[in-house]
């Protein structure tokens, strides 16, 4: 009986540790909430609530490049510091959002000096919000309907919803992108595993490449050119390095292996 | 002291003045489309620099510094966006040159 009295708080306390120490494990976004971004930099000093900025929304229209090269928003949240005023001046969310431009119906323009309260509630509410929304869950579920299935992330397959014509990203902004010469794409290759029995990855430069150019990932992300120079462990790319940048966060997640280890096993 | 001017001054003034306000608009207008265009001149070459020579790349970086200069003078939306774009395409142009080194050194 005394046994249990040592035994219960000790059990308490390093319970209490692991949870301090965020070793619990972590709350996996819905699909919906996949690839939403947080940003405040300014939003709660000018006393508006932060901007939630959903990928989904925006890839099914645009190239990553275009809007992280060509547009300039850095590759993590918050990086890029984006002011109200800026987006005013037709740059980062304004590039699109200035109430000009048409997707179908006209993209709201994003930010204003002055607003009514009636334009706050209808305008400035569409990306200051932390409020979960009915309306966005539905707006994401009736397009993920039509879009090829995926086991994790968003659940949505991009690559397969481009590759069928679901989706047609534009990579070009006339007044916004450089024209720029015919991509070259650098082959594939294979990255050797680590693990006994695991599939070799075939890394695509050309599934890459397409959404993204070149100057998103090199020297940035990916320093080593030359194959092998580079070592990369699992831990890292959990950790949100090199493939961990994007994958995990916006496109599919890591933990989906058999989208990269798909080198067969030579037997 | 009395300045007297007659029609004729104040006309030959007035046309002065009118020009010196147009070349000043064309200036700052065409000055934009001067850095835009070297701008885009520079990055242009960015999804093709693997397949550019070793003198394309050191060209492609000169390219990105006088370009630099000029963005540098710009208002301040226009640097912080301009300025990471140019960095982007001028660290990729290294990057290739200097793999394009290590390959050529002898081994």
Redesign the interface.
């Known amino acids: 009986m005394r046994k249990i009295f040592l035994v219960v708080p000790i059990l308490l306390v390093a319970v209490g540790i692991a949870w301090a120490q965020g070793g619990m494990k972590k709350k996996k976004p819905l699909p919906f909430e996949f690839g939403s971004v947080t940003i405040n930099n300014y939003s709660q000093q000018a006393g508006v609530p932060p901007v939630v900025f959903d990928h989904w929304v925006h890839r099914q229209y645009y190239t990553c490049r275009l809007c992280h090269?060509?547009?300039?928003f850095g590759m993590t949240a918050g990086s890029t510091k984006v002011r109200s005023?800026?987006n005013m001046?037709g740059?980062?969310c304004g590039t699109c959002h200035n109430g000009k431009m048409e997707h179908g119906k006209k993209v709201f323009a994003s930010c204003a000096s002055e607003y009514t309260r009636e334009e706050y509630n209808i305008r400035c509410v569409k990306c200051h919000t932390l409020e979960r929304s009915a309306a966005k869950e539905n707006e994401f579920f009736r397009f993920s309907q039509k879009m090829p299935n995926e086991r994790f992330g968003n659940g949505i397959n991009w690559e397969i919803a481009e590759e069928k014509g679901l989706i047609k990203p534009i990579d070009y902004l006339e007044g916004v992108s450089?024209?720029?010469?015919?991509?070259?794409v650098?082959p594939d290759f294979a990255i050797k595993s680590k693990v006994e029995g695991m599939p070799d990855i075939i890394f695509s430069h050309k599934k890459h490449?397409v959404w993204n150019?070149?100057?998103?990932c090199?020297?940035?992300i990916f320093?080593g050119?030359?194959k092998g120079t580079s070592k990369y462990t699992m831990v890292e790319l959990f950790e949100g390095k090199y493939c961990g940048v994007c994958h995990d966060k916006v496109a599919f997640p890591q933990t989906d292996c058999q989208r990269c280890h798909t080198k067969p096993a030579q037997g | 002291m009395k300045i007297i001017m007659n029609s004729k001054g104040r006309m030959k003034l007035l046309i002065l003045a009118g020009c010196f306000s147009l070349f000043t608009i064309l200036q700052a207008a065409y000055g934009e489309d001067v850095w835009r265009t070297d701008?885009?001149a520079a990055?242009?070459?960015?999804?093709?620099?693997?397949?550019l020579s070793v003198p394309e790349l050191k060209k492609a970086i000169e390219q990105c510094d006088r370009v630099q200069k000029k963005i540098e003078a710009q208002e301040e939306?226009?640097r912080?966006?301009?300025l990471?774009?140019l960095q982007?395409?001028r660290?990729?142009f290294?990057?290739?040159l200097e793999?394009r080194m290590?390959?050529q050194k002898p081994k």
Do not use: W
């Not at chain 2, 990055?43 to 620099?49: F, I, L, P, V, W």
């Open positions: 090269v060509d547009i300039g005023v800026d001046k740059y980062f450089s024209k720029k010469a015919n991509l070259k650098t490449t150019g070149c100057a998103l090199h020297p940035d320093m050119v030359k | 701008f885009d990055c242009a070459q960015s999804d093709e620099a693997m397949a939306t226009v912080k966006v301009y990471k774009r982007m395409c660290n990729l290294v990057f290739v793999t290590q390959e």
